[in-house]
């Protein structure tokens, strides 16, 4: 069965490098009923062979098979859930929100962004159209970065990283064509969320977005969608896809579901192949139903635990602190240095001092941060509202 392990990804080589395969005379997009296909883009030899095995095609994509010929039908299966925002029947993000969330739950997204543009200098940038390269490559390498490190933290590989080079490649000249973009959330000049996107007529594919985990506490994945769908009202996008992934922001944030198909294109004038064809389709039918049952989240779960107990350098070095407020008047009394917690070797200080402005309601630039000249393992935050002393209770960086 070798043809299950083609690697025929519509929704990847569609949206990353604007390919389609040559066994679709046409591709469909029912949300617009607009059509879409260049011959030039096609990408395989199609009819030529019997069996061709294209994943993850969203059905709100008709793709349409060649039938110059008349020798090839299709089998389809339904694979998995993707979620979607459809935003036709909103006039604003006021709207959405208001017919998606109760009450509380409103309440508590707007304090979502209060707190974090209280805490920092925030700003938000949409890269659509216009880039520099050296810009380009700058995000890009911090959005890899911070992938990876929240991948390690998980215990997890994020897929997206086994094909980087290819959106290096590609992503630049589809951000300046407006076929791509990427949203970034500034601290200053410090991304700490990059989310990159794919734009298709009315919509916008949310690809892949990450973090900086530092900044954990303040909610930077609700807040990046609620500005990417006020984007989206703005520039006359009526489809925010968030692609498959069963996870709960995903549930909460979409009005809509839709499956994503695979397709086996067979040549229906050869009986074999017919019954290849048929045997291909039921094995991906039974994987299928087994990642609905979840049974393949136990076995990645499995060999991942496998893998990180071969390569312990890879297991992620969780720090840990313990806090205690303490007057100014006994900070005073104490023997200090003021660190800048922006250099690499205080990083380790970066989650906890950001956790405590959290709590505190406290700007960056009314922070101060100190170590205790009688003891390494301890700190002072001090700030405006309040002041606190930290003690390292582990530091595998050995700082």
């Known amino acids: 069965m070798d043809f299950l392990k083609v690697n025929n990804n519509f929704n990847f080589d569609f949206y990353t490098l604007r390919k389609i395969y040559g066994c679709y005379y046409n591709i469909y997009n029912r949300t617009t009923e607009k059509d879409y296909y260049n011959n030039a883009d096609k990408i395989d030899d199609y009819p030529k062979k019997d069996i061709i095995v294209v994943n993850n095609i969203p059905a709100y994509f008709d793709a349409r098979i060649n039938q110059e010929n008349g020798t090839h039908k299709l089998f389809k299966v339904y694979y998995l859930d993707g979620f979607l925002v459809n935003l036709k029947e909103f006039i604003n993000l006021d709207s959405y929100i208001k017919a998606q969330f109760g009450s509380k739950s409103r309440s508590n ?10 805490c920092f200098d925030i700003r938000y940038e949409m890269y659509y159209g216009e880039i520099t390269n050296k810009k380009f490559h700058f995000l890009m390498n911090a959005l890899e970065k911070m992938i990876s490190r929240r991948f390690l933290q998980r215990g997890d590989t994020h897929e997206s990283l086994k094909n980087w080079d290819d959106y290096i490649n590609s992503t630049y000249s589809m951000i300046l064509e407006k076929k791509a973009s990427l949203f970034v959330i500034y601290d200053g000049d410090k991304p700490i969320y990059i989310c990159l996107n794919y734009h298709h007529q009315n919509i916008l594919f949310f690809n892949i977005p990450s973090y900086d985990i530092d900044y954990s506490k303040f909610r930077l994945g609700s807040i990046a969608i609620m500005k990417l769908l006020d984007w989206c009202f703005s520039n006359n996008y009526t489809i925010l896809d968030l692609s498959y992934g069963n996870l709960d ?3 909460k944030w979409c009005n809509s579901k839709y499956i994503f198909e695979h397709h086996v294109i067979y040549n229906k004038r050869k009986v074999h192949i017919q019954f290849k064809a048929f045997i291909i389709a039921w094995i991906l039918r039974l994987k299928a139903f087994l990642k609905k049952r979840k049974i393949d989240l136990f076995y990645h779960k499995i060999v991942g635990k496998q893998k ?3 390569n312990k350098k890879e297991t992620f070095k969780e720090i840990n602190f313990t806090s205690k407020e303490i007057t100014k008047q006994t900070f005073n009394d104490l023997s200090t240095s003021q660190i800048d917690i922006n250099c690499d070797d205080f990083a380790f200080l970066r989650k906890t001092v950001y956790d405590l402005q959290y709590l505190n309601f406290e700007f960056t630039a009314d922070i101060k941060v ?4 009688t003891n390494p393992n301890e700190f002072v935050v001090l700030g405006l509202n309040k002041t606190a002393m930290l003690t390292l209770v582990n530091n595998p960086y050995n700082h």
């Open 109 to 118: 997204l707007r304090k979502f962004v209060n707190r974090l543009e209280t």
């Open 249 to 251: 922001y995903k549930h």
């Open 308 to 310: 990180r107990s071969i």
């Open 370 to 373: 100190y170590k205790l000249n």
